[in-house]
């Protein structure tokens, strides 16, 4: 079975100030990992996925995310928060099998403050 | 850029009514899925579709819910006795043949339906 675990449901940063959105993830197989966004009243946008090989994966807008697999970890990253990172972001994991569902975590709702 | 549509963008529909969402994949896609967002929640996973039957379901996909791909670009979920709790944000996902050992299989989302049960 996998499963995800966002700590935090809410995170509040400074304009420019370092964005740290933490997740766990449980799974009995080498998972795939996923960091997707949600802005108000849309759908989901994919900001990166961990496959395999390297460990720090880059994404869109400037987010990263780095793959541990000895904590179970895949937090999201970004140096410097702009006012349009304001969302909610989603940590997933899924299976590598062709067909596998992806099993999102409850969300990190993330505020940027001026 | 290819990308998954999906009809209506809002549906609103009274307790008990059948309710049918629709969903165009890309179309070179062979693997299709349904998700749901309950107000405020997280993202689940309904069920997976491909070579027309069903792979995969979750408990929540019960004997009211139902997909189908009627013809060569349609991907359709049916509730046939809506409740209140069925309303949410419907996703549409749609992904390519090649995955699993052979490559990553990446999951492409629709805009949603947001469905309202009245």
């Known amino acids: 079975a996998q499963s995800v675990t966002q700590l935090g449901s809410h995170v509040s940063v400074s304009e420019g100030a370092l964005v740290l959105l933490r997740c766990n993830y449980s799974?009995?197989?080498?998972?795939?990992l996923f960091w997707y966004v949600q802005y108000p009243n849309q759908g989901l946008q994919l900001l990166l996925k961990?496959?395999?090989?390297?460990?720090l994966v880059k994404g869109i807008n400037g987010f990263e995310a780095e793959f541990k697999k000895s904590e179970t970890s895949f937090h999201l990253t970004k140096p410097s928060a702009h006012m349009s990172d304001a969302a909610e972001y989603f940590c997933?994991?899924?299976?590598?099998?062709?067909?596998?569902?992806?099993?999102f975590g409850s969300g990190t709702r993330l505020s940027i403050r001026p | 850029e290819p990308e998954v549509t999906q009809t209506p963008s809002h549906q609103v529909t009274q307790m008990g009514q059948e309710v049918i969402l629709r969903c165009v994949p890309i179309s070179n896609h062979l693997y299709f899925y349904w998700y749901r967002q309950i107000l405020g929640q997280k993202v689940e996973f309904l069920v997976s579709?491909?070579?027309?039957?069903?792979?995969?379901k979750s408990e929540i996909f019960d004997d009211q819910f139902s997909v189908e791909r009627p013809d060569g670009s349609n991907f359709t979920l049916k509730i046939r006795s809506t409740k209140l709790e069925d309303s949410a944000m419907y996703f549409c996902?749609?992904?390519?043949?090649?995955?699993?050992?052979?490559?990553?299989?990446?999951?492409?989302f629709g805009p949603g339906t947001r469905l309202t049960v009245l």
């Open positions: 579709f491909y070579n027309n039957e069903i792979s995969e």
């Open positions: 997933a994991v899924s299976g590598r099998s062709s067909a596998s569902k992806i099993i």
């Open positions: 961990y496959t395999t090989g390297a460990t």
């Open positions: 799974s009995s197989v080498p998972p795939y």
């Open positions: 996902a749609s992904s390519a043949q090649a995955g699993g050992s052979l490559g990553f299989n990446e999951q492409f």
